[in-house]
């Protein structure tokens, strides 16, 4: 009796660790599902702004109706701004899988952030007008360098402009660049609605998206709209960020904005480094 006592203990822990790795492929699948219409849409809705212009532009030559270069250029900027985010969420994507597989290559150089900061802003022009916010860089009067890959730190300060600019739904956004002994310093300080401090932990973690809700103006949803995004441009940004040695820090309040900054080691006449987690254990 003790031992049939014994061997049923030891299969019914079996059944209960079966049942939870079976809970946990369910809950996997269910994300990955998750993921797949979220994906769908956030692809999805770039890409239509581009045909959408390009169908009106074409129309309105086809018609021979006259244009004025203002017309014009409303509707090419809105073809460029689509295109740009489409390219930005291919990038994100190639990146997230090249972070979980390690297989991240970088080259550690000297990069003039502010020139980083600049591109950001101007690459988002057409976004931060639609939105209607301001946008002010309190730029430095000397060019500010860190020892980072140059690229993967305008993907970096892209990913938090973008987020920035995608929760603030009036008011603006503030940047402020500074160096210290270590480190240079890009802070992102917006006049959003804020981050839940049990979700702060969270952030950067693969999928993960804060539970945020904008007040709607329209009136066609309740009074609340929930705003898109994957969770993996934080997800890339915060291991792009480990990777070259920097540090992130995020301060939040609902209903009063957030501010993201990250760090990134000072140039101090570094050699160039190459980084291949391909051959890294």
């Known amino acids: 009796q003790k031992r049939i006592n014994i061997a049923t203990e030891e299969l019914q822990q079996k059944n209960r660790a079966l049942e939870e790795s ?28 581009v045909r959408n212009a ?51 290559q970088l080259l550690l150089t000297k990069v003039d952030v502010k020139d980083v900061v600049m591109d950001s802003i101007e690459a988002h022009k057409v976004y931060i007008k639609d939105k209607n916010i301001k946008i002010k860089f ?20 892209d990913n938090f402009l973008s987020n920035a600019v995608k929760y603030t739904i009036k008011g603006g956004i503030t940047i402020n660049l500074i160096k210290d002994a270590n480190h240079v310093s890009v802070a992102l300080a917006d006049t959003g609605i804020g981050i839940a401090k049990q979700d702060i932990k969270h952030l950067g973690k693969k999928f993960f998206r804060a539970k945020q809700y904008l007040d709607s103006t329209d009136g066609k949803t309740n009074g609340v709209v929930r705003p898109g995004g994957t969770g993996l441009g934080l997800y890339v940004s915060f291991n792009l960020i480990r990777i070259m040695k920097g540090k992130v820090e995020i301060e939040s309040q609902l209903g009063k904005g957030s501010t993201f900054t990250f760090k990134l080691p000072v140039y101090k006449r570094q050699e160039d480094k190459h980084i291949d987690q391909s051959f890294s254990e």
């Open 54 to 104: 390009l169908l009106v532009l074409k129309s309105k030559l086809d018609s021979k109706e006259k244009l004025t270069q203002k017309e014009l250029l409303e509707y090419i900027d809105k073809a460029v701004e689509g295109s740009r985010r489409e390219v930005n969420l291919v990038e994100t994507l190639l990146s997230a899988t090249k972070v979980e597989s390690n297989r991240i």
């Open 138 to 157: 309190n730029a430095p009067s000397r060019d500010i360098f860190a020892y980072a890959d140059r690229s993967r730190t305008q993907e970096v300060m």
């Open 22 to 49: 079976l809970n946990k492929i369910e809950e996997i699948r269910r994300q990955e599902r998750d993921m797949i219409d979220v994906m769908g849409h956030e692809l999805r809705t770039p890409i239509t702004i």
